[in-house]
């Protein structure tokens, strides 16, 4: 049976109670200007008011779901527990500090009703606009991480990993996210490495992009995690590639073994 939700979107958000009411209001209008049958789901972590404001909203909008405890678990461990109770023909997951507005989903949706199983915001290739650059000393250490992470893992197609706008078939999404275990940021890396070991298509698009200077890593022990979970990614290909696996593609649109990229990555 077929969802009756286009869309869901799963905001992700850590102590970001002052601005978790503005991104809401801005998703919301926008998903109703277009008519779309949505559903938001929070997931917040954190010991401030996030989740309560959240709340707030959602006791007016039933489409409005808020989870999340007040430790801080991960950002990886936030999306997956909202893709689990998702229901959309389309699952995807937007920083909820809003550093890509929401109307650049406009750029992917074409993809995705193309069938392109994984559709993903890009801040690197040549028509991607970065309104606000990050740090001298983050963008160093972004370029040497990409480094790092394409000697280890692969994904040497992808130029951008870590952009937070990504969107995925519905039942991708749920396959993917059922196999992911990093709980922190480099869940991105592998949600993308699944996806192109189980043939899904990735489709890169440029995207509009702000940095808000409120960095959470913490610079040598979140590094040092960091790192440690590209090895696991790693691990845990090499142990992928040793089973026979059917992605769930295979029952509507396969995809190729290697990701489809825009005319514009950088490679």
């Known amino acids: 049976m077929g969802s009756d939700i286009d ?17 809401i209001g801005e998703v919301v209008a926008y998903f109703e200007a ?16 996030t989740r309560e404001r959240a709340r707030e909203l959602a006791a007016s909008n039933p489409a409005i779901a808020v ?14 527990e909202g893709v689990a109770i998702a229901s959309g023909r389309i699952i995807g997951f937007a920083d909820a500090d809003n550093k890509v507005p929401i109307e650049e989903y406009g750029k992917l949706e074409p993809w995705l009703a193309e069938g392109f199983e994984v559709v993903i915001g890009s801040r690197a290739m040549r028509d991607s606009k970065i309104e606000r650059p990050q740090s001298l000393l983050r963008r160093i250490g972004s370029r040497g991480f990409a480094i790092f992470m394409h000697s280890v893992v692969g994904l040497r197609n992808v130029s951008d990993t870590q952009c937070g706008f990504k969107f995925f078939r519905g039942d991708v999404a749920r396959d993917l996210f059922r196999r992911q275990r990093i709980d922190g940021y480099m869940y991105d890396v592998e949600i993308l490495a699944l996806a192109q070991r189980l043939g899904y298509r990735i489709q890169q698009v440029p995207i509009r992009w702000h940095d808000d200077a409120d960095s959470r890593l913490e610079m040598f022990r979140g590094n040092l995690r960091n790192a440690i979970d590209i090895f696991r990614i790693r691990l845990s290909l090499r142990r ?10 295979e029952a509507g649109q396969p995809g190729p073994a290697q990701p489809v990229l825009g005319p ?4």
């Not at 514009?264 to 490679?267: C, G, K, P, T």
């Open 7 to 23: 869309i869901s979107l799963i905001l992700p958000a850590f102590n970001e109670a002052g601005t978790i009411v503005r991104t």
């Open 34 to 49: 277009r008519q779309y049958r949505y559903e938001l789901i929070v997931s917040a972590d954190g010991s401030d008011s």
């Open 67 to 80: 989870i999340g405890e007040s430790a801080r678990r991960g950002k990886g461990l936030g999306i997956r």
């Open 240 to 249: 992928l590639a040793k089973m026979r696996f059917q992605p769930a593609a």
């Open 264 to 267: 514009d990555a950088e490679r």
